[in-house]
């Protein structure tokens, strides 16, 4: 299981993508990203911190039953508080299925300037209550497995920095990234 936590427009699900073909050369691969799951599996929960741990407790769940079938789970959503985040470890390992903890890192003004979505914006000018890292909080890993970057380093990079490190765990076999790349430019 494979869990990007961070800020509305850091990369969770930019990298997710950026990992798919990778992982897929070796077992099937399922994205549970934060907004889709937000239109199916947790439709109708809001932003309150109650909703945003059952929302981060069920996409835990699914990515618990398909990570122990032997596919990778990744999970692209904000999921910011650290104990819900803990608490999905846990029941992971319970069952015997890795997690990887991957912190999504980039600063506020960053993400304001990228403003994906337009929403940085709204926020910042106080348009949107509970907007995760401006109104509502946001509790970065204390121990994150990975730490990417993002405001300093390509997707490639990133993407790169997360595969070298599941590669040291001996969760993916397949050779280094990049090295085609590498060796064709
Ligand atoms: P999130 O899923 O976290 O809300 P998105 O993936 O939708 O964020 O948006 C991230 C944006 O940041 C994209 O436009 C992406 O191209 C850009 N970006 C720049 N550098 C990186 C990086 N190193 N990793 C991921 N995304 C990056």
Do not use: C, Q
């Not at 399922?30 to 799951?37: K, Q, R």
């Not at 996409?59 to 959503?77: C, D, P, Q, S």
């Amino acid at each position: 299981m494979l869990w990007l936590t961070g800020l509305s427009g850091a990369g969770k699900s930019t990298l997710s993508h950026a990992l798919r073909d990778t992982l897929a050369a070796e077992r099937p691969v399922e994205i549970l990203d934060g907004d889709e799951v937000r239109t199916y599996l947790s439709a109708g929960l809001g932003f309150s911190k109650e909703d945003r741990d059952t929302n981060v407790r069920r996409i835990g769940f699914v990515a618990r039953l398909l990570a122990r079938t032997g596919a990778a789970a990744v999970t692209a959503a904000i999921s910011p508080y650290a104990a819900t985040r803990e608490e999905v470890r846990s029941l992971a390992e319970r069952d015997g299925v890795p997690f990887v903890e991957v912190f999504v890192s980039a600063p506020v003004a960053t993400l304001a300037e990228r403003d994906v979505k337009g929403l940085y914006r709204k926020a910042l000018a106080g348009e949107l209550t509970r907007f995760t890292g401006v109104s509502d909080p946001y509790e970065p890993p204390a121990r994150p497995d990975v730490v990417v970057r993002t405001d300093v380093e390509t997707v490639e990079e990133s993407a790169r920095r997360i595969l070298d490190h599941l590669r040291g765990r001996g969760l993916l076999r397949g050779a280094a990234a990049g090295t085609a790349e590498v060796a064709a430019s």
